[in-house]
């Protein structure tokens, strides 16, 4: 009984300083509201002027619509009030506050109405008004406060009231009604995860919030009041439909619609959709759940961008909570091919894949990310315990991968320190089978102490080679003892310097004493398809090298385009000695070299694949044909394949597989430049080629 007394006591002083605040022009009022805590006009929190609840990022496929995914902790996209239908607004005026265009932030009259009607023990009533329950949530998402002040906020108590209607009061001085109604849309919870209208259109109905008729509206503003309990998706079906029809009722009596037009809308069926969003890339739609793995890249990259935080968890909190709209570099049609193109060689119940990246010369954006694995973290049956769901990262690496040994691709990496070191293409060297070289070696590679690498097929390889012939046949001595002229360590600084990283720890290892690291040249270093098709990218576009990138664009909440968007490019490597590479890498797939010194390649059936087009790249087997690699390149797009068995490197693919990769990354080449406009490899200088 002391504490009824207690409560209507503090009502009525609540009450009777509101009224003093009505009776009063608003530039006087120091007493009574005023006087009874710091909160006024001119002290007026800044998070209720410019509020930051949290809202939801869009991740698109490279169209601009197609969505992947999206990232939230909240479910909340803002919308302006002009994308919100009429009759969404009227019925939220409707439900919640009939009076908002009559009063200041506080309603008189509604107050005096709860207090009488609280007095005399009939139904509660609070008097909030949609100003003051605007103000309550922003105070209760304000990030700033503590666990015990997002309590207070929300506490029933006459103190928290009064505060809120203090604070009312001073924000109706900065913003116009409509400004409090369009920011009070969009920071409502409207239950089942739904915050502001914009999710909850699209949780309830599907549908944008401009589109919405006039029954959807009323539902949707009749929860608001009980957001858990009366919406008609996980709450009480029938308490919905009292609160929808409570509102068009009210409608009627604001003559927002006619009774007639009210009763016809009571009478509308509900139609749910309940179309909740993904979130995060374990969500992705399973029509493309293969997008899932460049989700992850993506992912990747945000958190290491400094742009978006200091740290990776404040980077990953930003993708979460700051509302971005971001369209992605991934093509559909090219990611379509290349996982045709790779399930065509491993299906998704084999053990072996091929881990497929597809990369744009002179951007560094990636087109496509494809393995023939489920990415989900779905269980795998019992005798396949990892596959064919996963999700580890298995085209770029990271989080744990350090991806495979990608064999003589890297001869790449010394020839390129070859010709930037002065050595022309028509660098000869009488190539023996084997070559006892400077490093230290022993076992069966091994001779007099010494490493003794051996050509794979002696009676095609040995002989005088050049590094047109000497590529094209992948001759493993002449590299060998090229990689000896230049040294070992800038064959490793140019591979870093266009991209691969050492992310095994043996290999870091190797690469920091680098001149001693001889079989580098080899390609015994782990890497990715990803690192290994942009740095032969680096090659088709003249040298410059461009950090990989998953955007095409990235948008923050107010529509501001970030720069973390825009490519980052530099020139690694000169022209001229780009050009010189790319001519050299002509001859493994064709006898395309503009100076006609091709003469044998390992992987010439790529050039009936892609004809008509200047076509150039190198084919790669580790040790025993643990691994087969293919990268290709063409001035406009980059691809590289890897077949593996990710789990298991004693599980050798064999090489027989080696023309499957070289037709599945040409394939799918090929479908990305359909419709291209056919583009030439610039020639090199003669001085580079042919010497003084």
Same mark, same amino acid.
């Given at each position: 009984?002391?504490?009824?007394?207690?409560?209507?006591?503090?009502?009525?002083?609540?009450?009777?300083?509101?009224?003093?605040?009505?009776?009063?022009?608003?530039?006087?009022?120091?007493?009574?509201?005023?006087?009874?805590?710091?909160?006024?006009?001119?002290?007026?929190?800044?998070?209720?002027?410019?509020?930051?609840?949290? +809202?939801?990022?869009?991740?698109?496929?490279?169209?601009?619509?197609?969505?992947?995914?999206?990232?939230?902790?909240?479910?909340?996209?803002?919308?302006?009030?002009?994308?919100? =239908?009429?009759?969404?607004?009227?019925?939220?005026?409707?439900?919640?506050?009939?009076?908002?265009?009559?009063?200041?932030?506080?309603?008189?009259?509604?107050?005096?109405?709860?207090?009488?009607?609280?007095?005399?023990?009939?139904?509660?009533?609070?008097?909030?008004?949609?100003?003051?329950?605007?103000?309550?949530?922003?105070?209760?998402?304000?990030?700033?406060?503590?666990?015990?002040?997002?309590?207070?906020?929300?506490?029933?108590?006459?103190? &928290?009231?009064?505060?809120?209607?203090?604070?009312?009061?001073?924000?109706?001085?900065?913003?116009?009604?409509?400004?409090?109604?369009?920011?009070?849309?969009?920071?409502?919870?409207?239950?089942?995860?739904?915050?502001?209208?914009?999710?909850?259109?699209?949780?309830?109905?599907?549908?944008?919030?401009?589109?919405?008729?006039?029954?959807?509206?009323?539902?949707?503003?009749?929860?608001? +009041?009980?957001?858990?309990?009366?919406?008609?998706?996980?709450?009480?079906?029938?308490?919905?439909?009292?609160?929808?029809?409570?509102?068009?009722?009210?409608?009627?009596?604001?003559?927002?619609?006619?009774?007639?037009?009210?009763?016809?809308?009571?009478?509308?069926?509900?139609?749910?959709?309940?179309?909740?969003?993904?979130?995060?890339?374990?969500?992705?739609?399973?029509?493309?759940?293969?997008?899932?793995?460049?989700?992850?890249?993506?992912?990747?990259?945000?958190?290491?961008?400094?742009?978006?935080?200091?740290?990776?968890?404040?980077?990953?909190?930003?993708?979460?909570?700051?509302?971005?709209?971001?369209?992605?570099?991934?093509?559909?049609?090219?990611?379509?091919?290349?996982?045709?193109?790779?399930?065509?060689? %491993?299906?998704?119940?084999?053990?072996?894949?091929?881990?497929? =990246?597809?990369?744009?010369?002179?951007?560094?954006?990636?087109?496509?990310?494809?393995?023939?694995?489920?990415?989900?973290?779905?269980?795998?049956?019992?005798?396949?315990?990892?596959?064919?769901?996963?999700?580890?990262?298995?085209?770029?690496?990271?989080?744990?991968?350090?991806?495979?040994?990608?064999?003589?691709?890297?001869?790449?990496?010394?020839?390129?320190?070859?010709?930037?070191?002065?050595?022309?293409?028509?660098?000869?060297?009488?190539?023996?089978?084997?070559?006892?070289?400077?490093?230290?070696?022993?076992?069966?590679?091994?001779?007099?102490?010494?490493?003794?690498?051996?050509?794979?097929?002696?009676?095609?390889?040995?002989?005088?080679?050049?590094?047109?012939?000497?590529?094209?046949?992948?001759?493993?001595?002449?590299?060998?003892?090229?990689?000896?002229?230049?040294?070992?360590? &800038?064959?490793?600084?140019? =591979?870093?310097?266009?991209?691969?990283?050492?992310?095994?720890?043996?290999?870091?290892?190797?690469?920091?004493?680098? #001149?001693?690291?001889?079989?580098?040249?080899?390609?015994?270093?782990?890497?990715?398809?990803?690192?290994?098709?942009?740095?032969?990218?680096?090659?088709?576009?003249?040298?410059? %090298?461009?950090?990989?990138?998953?955007?095409?664009?990235?948008?923050?909440?107010?529509?501001?385009?970030?720069?973390?968007?825009?490519?980052?490019?530099? +020139?690694?490597?000169?022209?001229?000695?780009?050009?010189?590479?790319?001519?050299?890498?002509?001859?493994?797939?064709?006898?395309?070299?503009?100076?006609?010194?091709?003469?044998?390649?390992?992987?010439?059936?790529?050039?009936?694949?892609?004809?008509?087009?200047?076509?150039?790249?190198?084919?790669?087997?580790?040790?025993?044909?643990?691994?087969?690699?293919?990268?290709?390149?063409?001035?406009?797009?980059?691809?590289?394949?890897?077949?593996?068995?990710?789990?298991?490197?004693?599980?050798?693919?064999?090489?027989?597989?080696?023309?499957?990769?070289?037709? #599945?990354?040409? +394939?799918?080449?090929?479908?990305?430049?359909?419709?291209?406009?056919?583009?030439?490899? #610039?020639?090199?200088?003669?001085?580079?080629?042919?010497?003084?």
């Amino acid at each position: 009984m002391a504490t009824r007394l207690l409560r209507l006591l503090l009502c009525g002083v609540l009450a009777g300083l509101v009224v003093a605040a009505g009776l009063l022009p608003v530039a006087i009022v120091t007493g009574g509201l005023a006087k009874a805590g710091s909160d006024t006009w001119e002290n007026l929190p800044v998070d209720l002027a410019t509020p930051l609840p949290a +809202q939801t990022s869009y991740v698109y496929a490279s169209d601009g619509k197609t969505l992947i995914t999206t990232f939230y902790d909240e479910n909340r996209r803002d919308v302006t009030l002009d994308q919100v =239908a009429p009759v969404m607004r009227q019925a939220v005026v409707a439900a919640e506050d009939t009076r908002f265009y009559q009063h200041h932030g506080v309603d008189v009259k509604g107050v005096a109405r709860a207090f009488v009607s609280n007095s005399r023990g009939g139904a509660q009533q609070g008097a909030s008004t949609l100003t003051m329950q605007y103000v309550r949530n922003v105070l209760k998402n304000n990030p700033g406060l503590t666990p015990q002040q997002h309590l207070d906020a929300l506490a029933d108590t006459p103190a &928290r009231k009064l505060r809120e209607m203090k604070l009312a009061l001073a924000l109706e001085q900065r913003l116009n009604k409509n400004e409090i109604l369009q920011r009070y849309l969009n920071i409502a919870y409207f239950g089942a995860g739904a915050y502001g209208i914009y999710a909850a259109a699209q949780t309830y109905f599907g549908k944008d919030p401009a589109d919405l008729s006039l029954a959807e509206a009323a539902m949707l503003a009749g929860v608001l +009041q009980s957001p858990d309990i009366d919406n008609p998706m996980s709450g009480d079906r029938d308490k919905a439909l009292q609160r929808r029809a409570y509102t068009l009722d009210s409608m009627a009596k604001m003559h927002a619609v006619t009774p007639v037009v009210a009763a016809a809308a009571k009478a509308t069926e509900v139609r749910l959709t309940e179309h909740r969003p993904p979130n995060d890339c374990t969500a992705v739609d399973t029509a493309h759940n293969d997008w899932g793995f460049f989700c992850d890249y993506f992912r990747l990259w945000w958190n290491s961008q400094a742009e978006f935080g200091n740290t990776p968890t404040e980077r990953d909190e930003a993708l979460r909570t700051g509302g971005y709209s971001i369209v992605t570099s991934i093509d559909p049609g090219i990611q379509a091919a290349a996982l045709s193109q790779s399930l065509g060689v %491993y299906g998704y119940g084999n053990a072996r894949s091929l881990p497929l =990246a597809v990369v744009q010369p002179g951007t560094g954006r990636v087109l496509a990310m494809a393995v023939n694995r489920h990415y989900s973290l779905e269980a795998n049956p019992p005798q396949h315990p990892n596959y064919p769901n996963t999700v580890n990262q298995l085209v770029a690496g990271g989080s744990g991968v350090a991806g495979y040994q990608a064999g003589s691709t890297f001869k790449m990496f010394t020839m390129l320190a070859a010709l930037e070191s002065g050595r022309p293409l028509n660098t000869h060297f009488n190539a023996p089978a084997r070559i006892p070289t400077i490093w230290p070696g022993d076992g069966s590679s091994g001779c007099g102490g010494r490493w003794c690498p051996a050509n794979d097929t002696p009676s095609w390889m040995d002989g005088d080679r050049t590094m047109w012939n000497g590529f094209g046949r992948s001759v493993n001595t002449y590299f060998v003892w090229l990689e000896e002229q230049v040294g070992a360590d &800038r064959a490793i600084e140019m =591979a870093q310097r266009l991209g691969i990283v050492f992310r095994d720890d043996h290999d870091a290892g190797l690469a920091a004493n680098a #001149a001693a690291w001889g079989s580098f040249t080899l390609g015994v270093a782990s890497t990715t398809p990803l690192d290994l098709a942009n740095a032969y990218a680096a090659v088709a576009a003249g040298g410059v %090298y461009c950090q990989p990138l998953p955007v095409l664009s990235i948008k923050d909440a107010d529509g501001k385009t970030l720069d973390a968007g825009t490519p980052k490019c530099r +020139q690694a490597v000169d022209p001229d000695v780009a050009a010189a590479a790319t001519d050299a890498a002509r001859c493994p797939v064709s006898k395309g070299s503009v100076y006609g010194k091709c003469d044998g390649g390992t992987a010439e059936g790529v050039s009936g694949i892609l004809a008509g087009r200047p076509v150039a790249g190198k084919t790669g087997s580790s040790e025993y044909n643990a691994t087969e690699t293919f990268v290709g390149f063409t001035p406009q797009i980059a691809a590289a394949g890897i077949a593996v068995n990710p789990d298991n490197p004693n599980d050798y693919v064999g090489g027989g597989v080696s023309s499957s990769v070289d037709t #599945a990354v040409a +394939q799918t080449m090929a479908f990305a430049l359909r419709g291209v406009p056919v583009q030439n490899f #610039a020639v090199p200088s003669r001085a580079r080629a042919m010497g003084a």
